[in-house]
T-cell receptor, first 113, second 114 residues
């Protein structure tokens, strides 16, 4: 039972355009969400997070949007750069401070120069 | 120093071998994690240590035995593994009491069981 789903295994975007990565979850107890980025042969790197009391969090080129009623979050990258090419994982936890993270299946983003 | 260091990077072992994976961090983090990742799958939580005590065991088979000798070190002892245990094993650490989800991952140890 996959509680965090990323339905697009891959996405290609032209350099300079907006990349939108989507994530859906089923567990209504989840209240803290994160995005991780993973390059080949490296461990995942934390990118940005959002708690359920917010619907948007922005950090430079990265913005995460949360729609609690739809149990959906998205990561926007604008403008997209070649260095953004990586696998992006959505993750969720239930309860602030809960040590257990549930990861999504990942989306491979390719930025086309 | 914002690194989590894992050794070895690659390990090949037979089903009767005993080996260990090691993880080290010097960020003062008091939570350390083992995750397992199979190809094209998300990382799956195995164990969590908080303040050097095992706080989460996700029903992992006993052929995997974690150990946290001190706040900077985390080991995963392997014994009598099966070929299906071949995977990338990721260690991570985080602060406690804050946004726990901001894990710092190592590069992983790629394990092949023959």
């Amino acid at each position: 039972d996959q509680q965090v789903k990323q339905n697009s295994p891959s996405l290609s975007v032209q350099e300079g355009r907006i990349s939108i990565l989507n994530c859906d979850y089923t567990n209504s107890m989840f209240d803290y969400f994160l995005w991780y980025k993973k390059y080949p042969a490296e461990g995942p790197t934390f990118l940005i997070s959002i708690s359920s009391i917010k619907d948007k969090n922005e950090d430079g080129r990265f913005t995460v949007f949360l729609n609690k009623s739809a149990k959906h979050l998205s990561l926007h990258i604008v403008p997209s750069q070649p260095g953004d090419s990586a696998v992006y994982f959505c993750a969720a936890s239930a309860g602030f401070g809960n040590e257990k993270l549930t990861f999504g299946t990942g989306t491979r983003l390719t930025i086309i120069p | 120093d914002t690194e989590v260091t894992q050794t070895p990077k690659h390990l090949v072992m037979g089903m009767t071998n005993k080996k260990s994976l090691k993880c080290e961090q010097h960020m003062g983090h008091r939570a350390m994690y083992w995750y397992k990742q199979k190809a094209k799958k998300p990382p799956e939580l195995m164990f969590v240590y908080s303040y050097e005590k095992l706080s989460i065991n996700e029903s992992v088979p006993s052929r995997f035995s974690p150990e946290c000798p001190n706040s900077s070190l985390l080991n995963l002892h392997l014994h009598a593994l099966q070929p299906e245990d071949s995977a990338l094993y990721l260690c991570a650490s985080s602060q406690l009491g804050l946004a726990v989800g901001e894990l710092f991952f190592g590069e992983g140890s790629r394990l092949t069981v023959l």
